[in-house]
């Protein structure tokens, strides 16, 4: 059983940064994602990175504007978030996945989870 524990929420204004860490015991078996959910809306993927941290996945709108990355030795996943938007607004989890499907884009949706954090919210205003 993994206990995932996220850190670095806030408030920010737009075009602002936040750094979202994300650290548990033994996480270097599994892919390691951050979801959102905003307010009267579904949860949804934001990025993902695999076991070892050679391949990540970004959903479309924060493409550029996020970098994730993960330091096993430290069993620590973080997700710099710049230029940040209204719309990225939400209450922000961090996830881990097991690598049994075929490619990181399809394993990072939250049917795939396996172990959820509690969430750290962002919140993106002026």
């Known amino acids: 059983q993994l206990q995932l524990v996220e850190s670095g929420g806030g408030l920010v204004q737009p075009g602002g940064s936040l750094r979202l860490s994300c650290t548990t015991s033994?996480?270097?078996?599994?892919?390691i994602g951050w979801f959102r959910q905003a307010p009267g809306k579904e949860r949804e993927e934001v990025s993902c990175v695999n076991s070892g941290g050679s391949a990540t996945y970004y959903r479309d709108s924060v493409k550029g504007r996020f970098t994730i990355s993960r330091d096993n030795a430290k069993s620590t996943v973080t997700l710099q978030m710049n230029s940040l938007k209204p719309e990225d607004t939400g209450l922000y989890y961090c996830?881990?996945?097991?690598?049994?499907?075929?490619?990181?884009?399809?394993?990072?949706?939250?049917?795939?989870?396996?172990?959820w954090g509690q969430g750290t919210q962002v919140t993106v205003s002026s």
């Open positions: 996830a881990a996945t097991r690598p049994r499907i075929s490619t990181l884009e399809e394993a990072c949706i939250p049917p795939y989870v396996n172990y």
């Open positions: 033994g996480l270097d078996y599994y892919i």
